[in-house]
């Protein structure tokens, strides 16, 4: 099992990056993708989430109205799409999947991705 995350960078603040996660060796139509964030002497945060279908289920609240989770089940890849960017959303970003649609703990998603740093400047 691989989940491959990138489109990660720098940006100034305002600016946009959207995140992609590449699957593979799962059924990924079967699972819910999951975005979280890390950020130097930080845990480990959710982010937000979408289910099997497309439907987004979650947003930490700091996001809400600035990211959009997606994905396009034919090309196993879930996407965030990240705008109007702050120097505090500045982590390594990864996706995570899960068979559990109410996930938002780490330690509920059972594949990860290697991280994708995301650097926002002031």
């Known amino acids: 099992v691989q989940l491959q995350a990138s489109g990660g960078g720098m940006v100034q603040t305002g600016g946009s990056l959207r995140l992609s996660c590449l699957a593979s060796?799962?059924?990924?139509?079967?699972?819910?993708m999951g975005w979280f964030r890390q950020a130097p002497g930080k845990e480990r945060e959710f982010v937000a989430s979408?289910?099997?279908?497309?439907?987004?289920?979650a947003y930490t609240d700091s996001v809400k109205g600035r990211f959009t989770v997606s994905r396009y089940n034919a090309k196993d890849t879930a996407y965030l799409q990240m705008d109007n960017l702050k120097p505090e959303d500045t982590a390594v970003y990864y996706c995570?999947?899960?068979?559990?649609?109410?996930?938002?703990?780490?330690?509920?998603?059972?594949?990860w991705g290697q991280g994708t740093h995301v650097t926002v400047s002031s």
């Open positions: 995570a999947a899960t068979p559990f649609r109410q996930a938002m703990r780490p330690d509920e998603y059972s594949y």
């Open positions: 060796g799962i059924t990924f139509n079967v699972y819910v």
């Open positions: 979408i289910s099997w279908d497309g439907e987004p289920i």
